[in-house]
């Protein structure tokens, strides 16, 4: 079965730096790849998807995300945190019918 | 947004009593999915529908059946609720014309089983 593991449960950033949230997957088949949002009380919400069209891709809210097939990776980055980036973040991986989410990474932004 | 509902919103209920979950979408999706997420585990994948009266179980699909008599609902009981069944459920929605179709998410439904 597919699956995606989520490095670090938790990350905090000031606001203004980098964004880094680490996911690595394993799929026997070319993997389709995406990364989710979720709001505090809200329901998940798409970020971005890899589709195989290009290995970088952007997203909403300035997300972006590399596949890299040789390191099984594609981890979501940002350039600069914003407050409202606060939230909790679930890479997933799906075979059509079964999306296998990794167990989320808390993002805390620091003023 | 996409309209999918959930309800109820919060239950609390009793070891041992049936329960059930309604989702309603007015998407006209073919594929709706319930899902569970607890700290530490993500979501995970209980039971998905791939058109009326047609179900399939998922990762942790022991202790729940669905069922689905209409394009837009899509039911989930818990026949008998135990203290591990508390968690928050999240129903979704998809196309599902191919493996990378979205998944909209319902606003979830936080059940306590005491």
């Known amino acids: 079965a597919q699956s995606v593991t989520q490095l670090g449960s938790h990350v905090s950033v000031s606001e203004g730096a980098l964004v880094l949230l680490r996911c690595n997957y394993s799929?026997?088949?070319?993997?389709?790849l995406f990364w989710y949002v979720q709001y505090p009380n809200q329901g998940l919400q798409l970020l971005l998807k890899y589709t195989s069209a290009a290995t970088l891709v952007k997203g909403i809210n300035g997300f972006e995300a590399e596949f890299k097939k040789s390191e099984t990776s594609f981890h979501l980055t940002k350039p600069s945190a914003h407050m409202s980036d606060a939230a909790e973040y679930f890479c997933?991986?799906?075979?059509?019918?079964?999306?296998?989410f990794g167990a989320g990474t808390r993002l805390t932004v620091k003023p | 947004d996409a309209g999918i509902t959930q309800s109820p919103r919060h239950k609390v209920t009793e070891t041992g009593t049936p329960v059930t979950l309604r989702c309603h979408q007015t998407e006209n999706h073919r594929y709706m999915y319930w899902y569970r997420q607890d700290p530490g585990h993500g979501l995970r994948l209980i039971h998905y529908?791939?058109?009326?009266?047609?179900?399939d179980k998922g990762e942790v699909s022991d202790g729940y059946s669905v069922s689905r008599s209409k394009t837009e609902d899509f039911l989930l009981t818990l026949e008998s609720a135990t203290s591990s069944q508390t968690s928050v459920y999240f129903c979704?929605?998809?196309?599902?014309?191919?493996?990378?179709?979205?998944?909209?998410f319902g606003p979830g439904t936080r059940l306590t089983v005491l």
């Open positions: 997933a991986v799906s075979d059509r019918y079964d999306m296998r």
């Open positions: 529908s791939y058109g009326v009266k047609d179900t």
């Open positions: 979704a929605i998809s196309s599902g014309t191919s493996a990378i179709a979205e998944q909209f």
């Open positions: 799929s026997s088949v070319p993997p389709y």
